[in-house]
């Protein structure tokens, strides 16, 4: 089936830092989002992003569906920024393990 | 922005009692989807609604599991007699297609089942 793996599982960042997480597949299929989950379970979406490169405020994101993987960029990071980043691939969306963010004030 | 809307956040059912979820899709959506996390696990398909029926399910979504879009707007799940291994938050999402484009999934906030 197809596989999703997300790197790193921890990430611990001081407020202002910068960090990449990077969403590796294992198949083509033409669909890619990013999620951030709140320490309140909600499933926020970040990005609809099959190929190329978006950006929303201090986040931004590139597919290389060539090369199967995906990159969450976040800039200047907040505490509000923390929480279980995942990517999720194909029709019916298979999710990643995630990354969880910690950024300290 | 549009929303999926589900309720309740929170429901706590006894073992072996029935739960019916539910979940309001954004209006011009025509695709919709359960989901579910176990606490600290990853967020796994259950099943796949289009066109008034069941597109697609996974190995989990077993006959104590039925969905259904009782009157256009609401899409619900219902767990017939739940066990322990149900406890879970529940996510509906939907999504669309228009004029050759599929949009993302939206999805609602979930509804935390504990089954004591």
């Known amino acids: 089936g197809i596989q999703v793996e997300q790197s790193p599982p921890d990430l611990i960042l001081q407020e202002g830092a910068n960090s990449t997480l990077r969403c590796n597949f294992s198949d083509s299929v033409n669909n890619l989002q990013w999620f951030h989950q709140n320490p309140w379970g909600q499933l926020i979406n970040l990005f609809y992003i099959p190929s190329g490169t978006k950006q929303n405020g201090r986040l931004s994101a590139t597919t290389v569906a060539t090369e199967r993987y995906s990159l969450l960029y976040i800039s200047s990071s907040q505490t509000t920024d923390s929480g279980v980043y995942f990517c999720a691939r194909s029709e019916k969306l298979v999710f990643g393990k995630g990354t969880k963010l910690t950024v300290n004030p | 922005e549009p929303e999926v809307t589900q309720t309740p956040s929170h429901q706590v059912t006894q073992m072996g009692q029935e739960v019916i979820l539910r979940c309001v899709p954004i209006s011009n959506h025509l695709y919709f989807y359960w989901y579910r996390q176990i606490l600290g696990q990853k967020v796994e398909f259950l099943v796949s609604f289009y066109n008034n029926e069941i597109s697609e399910k996974s190995e989990i979504f077993d006959d104590q599991f039925s969905v259904e879009r009782p009157d256009g707007s609401n899409f619900t799940l219902k767990i017939r007699s739940t066990k322990l291994e149900d406890s879970a938050m529940y996510f509906c999402?939907?999504?669309?297609?228009?004029?050759?484009?599929?949009?993302?999934?939206?999805f609602g906030s979930g509804t935390r089942l504990t089954v004591v």
């Open positions: 999402a939907s999504r669309t297609l228009s004029k050759g484009i599929i949009y993302g999934y939206t």
